[in-house]
């Protein structure tokens, strides 16, 4: 069997989980520990997020034709990459918060909804609440002139009730 026939699964499986992604963020992985890894790739699955480690190459052939193909400029060196099926930002968001803590690690760029962003803006992006935060801050506005207005009209009635 040639070597092509047996990195052709690879490759699909790399072309399958890009079909349905949302987010896709590129990073360098180098000069993390193992325990720092174990516990970045335990972040991103309790997210939903794969995060893998394939050769640049296969990623390469996978991407090519595709709307990450802005991405293959940066495939050098140790490269990981983690795909979100469901929420676009949260693999930069988690990346993001873990590199805080571990230096080592450096997000290079990514795919979010279909635009390509170098690696100052997945950090913008890595910045933007979650979309659960965002409808919760935006309830929360809505609910603060109603339960002001409330309070008002209660207090009326209460000077109403006194007077009488």
Do not use: H, W
């Amino acid at each position: 069997m040639a070597k092509v026939e047996l990195k052709q699964p690879i490759v699909d499986e790399i072309a399958g989980y890009l079909n349905d992604a949302k987010g896709v963020v590129v990073a360098d992985y180098c000069g993390l520990t193992v325990e720092q890894d174990t516990q970045l790739r335990k972040q991103l699955r309790e997210a939903g997020i794969v995060y893998k480690v394939y050769k640049n190459t296969l990623v390469k052939r996978a991407i090519a034709g595709t709307q990450y193909e802005p991405i293959s400029d940066q495939l050098e060196g140790p490269t990981a990459i983690a795909i979100s099926a469901t929420d676009a930002t949260a693999p930069a968001r988690i990346l993001n918060n873990f590199a805080k803590t571990a230096e080592a690690l450096e997000m290079k760029c990514g795919v979010v909804e279909g635009d390509y962003y170098d690696a100052a803006g997945i950090q913008a992006i890595a910045n933007i609440p979650s979309r659960e935060e965002l409808l919760s801050k935006f309830l929360g506005s809505i609910q603060s002139p109603i339960t002001n207005f409330a309070r008002v009209i209660k207090q009326i009635a209460e000077k109403s009730e006194e007077v009488a």
